[in-house]
């Protein structure tokens, strides 16, 4: 009696396994929320800064002795500087002016405070584009030379930083960033269904 080799073999069936996800930190709304946290505080510090510096005349963009406290402009300098663009006269006449001097000082620390805080930043969106439009105006960006024939050295003839800041604003305002490290919730229960002041 002869026995026959079993020639059927059973084949290993393959499995097919998905590939390891591979973990999305950014995505992670915790993550988020911080990283607009983050970006909102620096932000907010680049408008306190530039107010408290122009204030107490720190010695970085403002000597002591243009301090405004001292008597000195914040706007006389840099309005009575524009030499490009099609409103260099209007910027001219606002150079030094007591309201131009209050309202961007006003606007400095009003945006600075507000966005650190994380509170009323679609107002804050609101009033920094504003200013950063019209920073962005007075150094036209566009103009290749200046009015007496100089190069501008415009590195950007549209987007410059004036247009980043604004455009920062504005996606921390629609992003709610006060929500993580700000007061965002706490003012959002104050002001209710004002929407527009949170």
Known sequence: MSIKPDTKKAVPTQRVTEPAPIPDFAAGPAVAGKSLAVLRVATGFIFLWAFLDKLFGW????????????????????????????????????????????????????????????????????????MMLMMWTAEWPLALTTSTGE????????????????????????????????????WAHLTGDRTWLR
């Open 59 to 130: 010695g970085y963009a403002t000597p002591s002795k243009g301090a405004w406290i001292h008597g000195g402009s914040p706007t006389k300098g840099f309005l009575s500087g524009v030499d490009a663009g099609p409103f260099q006269s209007m910027f001219h006449t606002w150079a030094g002016t007591w309201w131009a001097d209050t309202l961007f000082m006003l606007g400095l620390a009003g945006v600075g405070i507000a966005v650190i805080a994380g509170v009323g930043l679609r107002l804050s969106a609101a009033a920094g584009t504003l």
């Open 151 to 186: 190069a501008t050295h415009s590195t950007n003839p549209i987007v410059d930083y004036h247009i980043i800041y604004a455009l920062v604003l504005i996606a921390l305002a629609a992003a709610a960033a006060g929500n993580t490290w700000g007061l965002g919730r706490r």
